[in-house]
């Protein structure tokens, strides 16, 4: 999709080492960045907090990425690192001391 993607060069190639994929669970995937379809279905939830549904993940024992680019204009990683610091679950002490 042109003009939409950044070049995740350097994330290709670490998303498809054959250990990587194995510690994300994921061996029978191959990583795309910018599909088309799942752009245009997450084009919705834009701007929506997802907190409930994290902590329900985490809650319900599934390990959870919360990314941000340093040089996003679309989501600063100030904001990722309040909200993830402060979103409540049985864990977060925990997390917080990591």
Known sequence: ?????YDFSNLDKFLARDDVKQQ????NRKWEECDNEV???LEVDWM????EDVRYLLESGVNVLVYSGDKDYACNWRGGEKW????SWKHHIAFEKA
């Open 48 to 51: 929506m907090n997802l907190g």
């Open 24 to 27: 994300l669970n994921v061996t």
């Open 1 to 5: 999709m042109p003009g939409l993607c």
């Open 39 to 41: 752009y245009q279905k």
């Open 84 to 87: 993830t610091n402060t979103l």
